[in-house]
């Protein structure tokens, strides 16, 4: 699985830190989604679709 | 209990046929992707309104509205992605009526629909002034083509009036007055987002419209258009006085869109009435902007107008129509933008709700602010600290 994120997009409410932290955190200042791991590993795939699904700007791309 | 017998509350154990899901916007593009992505393979229709392909609202009043966005970026999916969804995308056509038994959606031109399980993802409609119609120049903003025909209007130099303090409000406001109409901001609480947000934050976001520019005539409710022949000139207040306005925008709520389900014998109750699981009969649930639920932690029902609702939501009534049980409880979310303030606020708080911050410092113009009802956190307000606020709800508001 491949992630990407557009920073353009994003709108900050950080849905996709709490489905997958592991994977998505937030810039401090302004609350941008941040990509921590663009190639998660297969046991968080599940979280990160979820990530996907629940991010309310569409900002999260996925390749599997 | 024997391998028989369903588990208690348990709708249908069998997988439905064919899913029909009447609205096509946020939150039923989201429960047809929820479906997919939970393996389901059946038939599902997707049944809208309007004639656009799902379309994303939070950015209308803003993006789309000030122009820096073109429509098409308002898209919620590429056409090769709705294709890859495999539904029967029916756009244009507006369901007038259901018949529960047998879970026919009848649309306006006629054409019947059938489902094994029906979800209503509706919306709502936006409130108007009473005489609006065939009104030049005054609006509403709820759609894509209710945005562009506004678009149209805000000439700059012109005078506009926005009737409404709430979020809808105040952000075509903060979008009109950066395009360089006269804006004035008209509405019957003391300061905007008062009765959402309570008199602290509420003072901050009058100060923050001052500064730019918009003129804000509060306090008193607006009570008719004012027109010459078929042209708004402005908007009378409760007290008598007219505001005049080349342009009036009318963003005082919106209704549940449950008209058409008159004589279902579906309950509504200001949303269509649904239980934990958000369903409104067997097999027949509700999503989004319509759906009145049972939230069971914080035990009473809850209608949630935002924009995560709309996907989680969908996510849980998915799950349930594949089988599941699950309770939807979520902890509401939302956010709003105005000039460069980004506020985000997790909870529902209330103007009675005791307020403190917890983290940073309203002085530089960044905070994370705690309500507190009888001692107990019940809500997060971040002002220009989206990740912070976000860590707040998990540590105030987040049941362990």
Same mark, same amino acid.
């Given at each position: 699985m491949k992630v990407f994120v557009d920073q353009d997009k994003c709108v900050a409410a950080g849905s996709c830190v709490t489905a997958a932290e592991d994977v998505f955190d937030q810039r401090e200042e302004d609350g941008v989604v941040v990509l921590l791991n663009p190639n998660p590993p297969a046991a968080l795939a599940n979280a990160v679709r979820e990530a996907a699904a629940v991010c309310p700007a569409m900002a999260i791309e996925l390749h599997e | 209990m024997d391998d028989t017998d369903p588990p208690p509350g348990s709708g249908t154990l069998t997988v439905p046929d064919h899913v029909l899901i009447v609205g096509a916007c946020a939150a039923g593009l989201a429960t047809l992707e929820a479906l997919r992505l939970r393996g389901y393979t059946g038939k599902v229709t997707l049944l809208g309104d309007e004639i656009h392909p799902p379309y994303d609202r939070p950015p209308l009043s803003k993006q789309i509205l000030s122009g820096s966005w073109q429509p098409q970026r308002a898209s919620l999916r590429t056409a090769e992605a709705l294709l890859a969804l495999d539904a029967d995308l029916r756009l244009g056509e507006p369901a007038v009526s259901l018949d529960v038994a047998t879970r026919t959606v009848q649309a306006a031109d006629g054409s019947t629909y059938r489902g094994d399980a029906v979800v209503i993802a509706t919306g709502a409609h936006p409130r108007r002034l009473p005489g609006s119609d065939g009104v030049a120049g005054v609006h509403v903003l709820r759609g894509l083509d209710d945005t562009l025909r506004l678009r149209e209007d805000l000439e700059p130099g012109r005078k506009l009036v926005v009737v409404g303090d709430g979020v809808l409000g105040c952000e075509i406001a903060a979008t009109a007055v950066q395009l360089g109409v006269h804006?004035?901001?008209? =509405?019957?609480?003391?300061?905007?987002?008062?009765?959402? @947000? =309570?008199?602290?934050?509420?003072?901050?976001?009058?100060? @923050?419209?001052?500064?730019?520019?918009?003129?804000?005539r509060?306090?008193?409710?607006?009570?008719a258009l004012e027109a010459a022949g078929s042209r708004a000139t402005g908007v009378r207040l409760a007290t008598g006085e007219v505001l005049p306005a080349d342009v009036v925008v009318v963003a005082f709520g919106a209704a549940p869109a449950t008209s058409w389900l008159t004589g279902s014998g579906l309950q509504t109750d200001n949303g269509l009435v649904c239980d934990s699981r958000c369903r409104a009969a067997d097999g027949i649930y509700a999503v989004g902007d319509v759906a009145r639920f049972q939230h069971e932690r914080l035990g009473r029902s809850v209608r949630l107008e935002n924009r995560t609702n709309a996907i989680e939501q969908a996510i849980v009534v998915a799950a349930n129509i594949l089988g599941e049980d699950q309770p939807y409880a979520p902890i509401p979310y939302f956010w709003t933008d105005q000039y460069t303030v980004k506020i985000q606020v997790y909870g529902i708080p209330t103007p009675d709700m005791?307020?403190?911050?917890?983290?940073?410092?309203?002085?530089t113009g960044r905070f994370v602010a705690?309500?507190?009802?009888d001692g107990r956190p019940a809500a997060v307000l971040g002002w220009n600290m989206?990740?912070?606020?976000?860590?707040?709800?998990?540590?105030?508001?987040?049941t362990p």
């Open positions: - | 804006t004035t901001l008209a =509405g019957p609480q003391r300061d905007p987002m008062q009765m959402q @947000l =309570g008199a602290d934050i509420a003072a901050r976001l009058r100060d @923050l419209h001052h500064a730019h520019g918009v003129h804000l509060l306090g008193t409710g607006v009570t005791r307020i403190s911050v917890v983290d940073g410092d309203p002085a705690a309500y507190h009802l989206p990740k912070q606020a976000r860590q707040q709800r998990q540590r105030l508001l987040v």
